[in-house]
């Protein structure tokens, strides 16, 4: 059965830089047609798409939020990594790890989600 | 504000048959992409109920079924039941090449 479970701090400062990382257990990060990616869910309102990244590096990335996110993937530790900069207040939120069931496919499998908080 | 728009909450009795909405726009729906749907109870991650428009996931009750029309997709719930209460998101993707949810609607089983 496959897992996904995030790591990384709870509580991050102003302008300073989130990192989450997502740790993928009982299958290959690199099967093919498997997407991997991030959607987060402020506090009380809707979902959020960040991005995504599939095996080879390739990513995609929400438009709005491009100009800070990365998204990487680590194919030896069976991870795949989110880095959000310059977070501010409006960052805070319940982030969660996703697989893909390919490019524009469905999300079929959640993380159980860890809530970040930006604050000082 | 949401690039898919769903209605904010619906309501039926135990039994009754409900209808979620959610209207997307040419650059998504209209581009072809399908709709996935998603249920999500209080402190869990949502779970997909409904994807490429029509399909359920092994396990999902055949009392949900989607349907995709246009710019339009719907989400109908017949035989409501109390554990069906929940926040409800459409998804799809569009030619900007990122994924786009619905702003979520909530059903409350009365």
């Known amino acids: 059965q496959v897992q996904l479970q995030g790591s990384g701090p709870g509580l991050v400062r102003p302008s300073e830089t989130l990192s989450r990382t997502c740790s993928v257990s009982g299958d290959s990060i690199s099967t093919s047609s498997q997407y991997w990616g991030w959607i987060r869910q402020p506090p009380g309102l809707g979902l959020e798409w960040i991005g995504s990244?599939?095996?080879?590096?390739?990513?995609y990335y929400n438009p709005s939020l491009k100009s800070r996110v990365t998204i990487s993937v680590d194919t030896s530790k069976n991870q795949f990594s989110l880095k959000l900069n310059s977070v501010t207040a409006a960052d805070t939120a319940i982030y969660y790890c996703?697989?893909?069931?390919?490019?524009?496919?469905?999300?079929?499998?959640w993380g159980p989600g860890t809530r970040v908080t930006v604050s000082s | 504000q949401s690039v898919l728009t769903q209605s904010p909450s619906v309501s039926g009795a135990p039994g009754q048959t409900v209808t979620i909405s959610c209207t997307g726009g040419d650059s998504n729906f209209g581009a072809g992409y399908d709709v996935h749907w998603y249920q999500q109870v209080p402190n869990s991650p949502p779970k997909l109920l409904i994807y490429g428009n029509t399909n359920r996931p092994s396990g999902v009750p055949d009392r949900f079924s989607g349907s995709k029309s246009g710019t339009s997709a719907s989400l109908v719930i017949t035989g409501l039941q109390v554990e069906d209460e929940a926040d409800y998101y459409c998804q799809s993707y569009d030619t900007s090449l990122k994924a786009v949810f619905g702003g979520g609607t909530k059903l409350t089983v009365l």
């Open positions: 990244i599939y095996f080879s590096g390739s990513t």
């Open positions: 996703a697989r893909l069931l390919g490019n524009y496919g469905p999300v079929g499998l």
